[in-house]
């Protein structure tokens, strides 16, 4: 998904003007973003958290050369998803169920036939 899908979701959904979606699309990523740079974390219910992480820095090498280099302390950002996202998203992939001869003929070859490559046959010989 891009920004200018969330853009058009906005207008379509909501019925507002796409430079007024435009706008606020662009307002919520810069409050995001300021926030980030300040170090605050940003947490959105049903969806995850964002969290700013603070590396020391440490003594480097350098592959090539072998001569020790100094690394400077960074921050960087993780994404945690919320239970609930993680919960719909694995929900999601499981959902489509598959029952009988179709979860036989869909699992891989070799799952069900011992390893030699050929799909199983049923008793009426159709696989």
């Known amino acids: 998904m891009l920004k200018s899908d969330l853009i ?11 430079k007024q979606a435009e706008s606020t699309i662009e307002n919520i990523f810069e409050s995001m973003k300021t926030a980030l740079c300040r170090g605050e974390n940003i947490e959105i219910r049903g969806l995850g958290a964002f969290h700013v992480k603070n590396y020391d820095g440490y003594q480097g090498r350098n592959p090539k050369t072998g001569e020790v280099i100094p ?54 010989g159709s696989i």
């Open 8 to 18: 058009n979701i906005l207008v379509v959904k909501r019925g507002v003007t796409q």
């Open 71 to 124: 690394v400077k302390p960074k921050r960087g950002i993780l994404f945690r998803t919320g239970k609930e996202l993680r919960d719909r998203v694995n929900r999601d992939e499981a959902q489509p169920a598959k029952s009988g001869a179709a979860e036989i003929a869909a699992k891989t070859p070799g799952e069900n036939d011992g390893g030699t490559g050929t799909p199983p046959v049923a008793a009426n």
